[in-house]
C-alpha cells in the first residue's frame, strides 16, 4: 500500500507529483502515479525515478484523482475497488455527491479546484469537503496542494465562485501581460524589450502585493502622484472600463461554471 497515489499523469498530476517530492511531503517509495498511455508513462518513470508508475490504481492510503470530468465516476470506482481510504478530487465541476456515489461508503472525499500556475508551484487552491469528510481529511488535503503554492477553505458552493476568480483568472493576467506588451511595442519599444519588462512588471506587483501589509487600492494609491504620468494611465483604464470588465468577466466564468455542474 502506498502512501499517496495521483490517478492521472497529465500536467496538475504531474506538478502535484513534483511538489509533493520537493517539498518532502513523502519519499519516492511512497507514491505511484497512474496514467493509462503508455508513452506518457514511460515520460513520468524516467522524470520521477523511484516512483511506482502504474496502469491501474493500486492500494493506497489516499488518491488525487486527476482525471477528466468525464471520467470521474468510472476512476472513482477503481480507486474505490483499489481499497483507497480517502480522495482528493481536482476533476472540474464533478461535486462531492457524485463522488462519493461512485466510491461507495466509507470513503471520505474533498473536492478541490486549483489553478494553473500549480505547475510552477504558485498555485491558488480551494478545497471543500463532502459528507463523510472529516477536519483531518481537509487538513490532508491542504498538505497535499501545499506542495504547489497556497490552498483556502470554502463551502462547495463556493467553487464556481473559486473558479470564475482564480480558476480562469491565469487568462486574465495573460491577456493583461498580452495587452501590456502590444502597448510597449505601440509606443516604440522592441517587442523583446517590451514583453521583458511587462513580465517582470506582473511577477514583481503580485510579489510586493503578497508581501506587503498594504491593500491594493493602496498600493496602486502609493504609486499615483497627483496629476503625473500613472493618474493619466488609470484615468485612461477607468475610462475604457477595465474595472468593470474584470467584474463582469469573474461573474461570467462563475455563472458558467454553475451551468457545467448541473
Known sequence: MVRLQIVGGGRMGEALLAGLLGAGWAEASELAVVERLDARRRDLAEGFPG???????TACEGAVLAVKPTDAAETAQEIALAGARRVLSIAAGVTTGALEAALGAGIAVVRAMPNTPAVVGAGASAIAGGISAGDDDLDWAASVLDAVGVVVRVSEGQLDAVT????SGPAYVFLVAESLIEAGVLVGLSREVAEVLAVQTLLGSGRLLESSDEHAAALRAGVTSPGGTTAAGLHA???GGLRAAILDAVKAATERSRELGR
Open 164 to 167: 470564475g476568480l482564480s480558476g
Open 237 to 239: 483604464l477607468e475610462s
Open 51 to 57: 516512483v511506482a508508475v502504474l496502469e491501474r490504481p
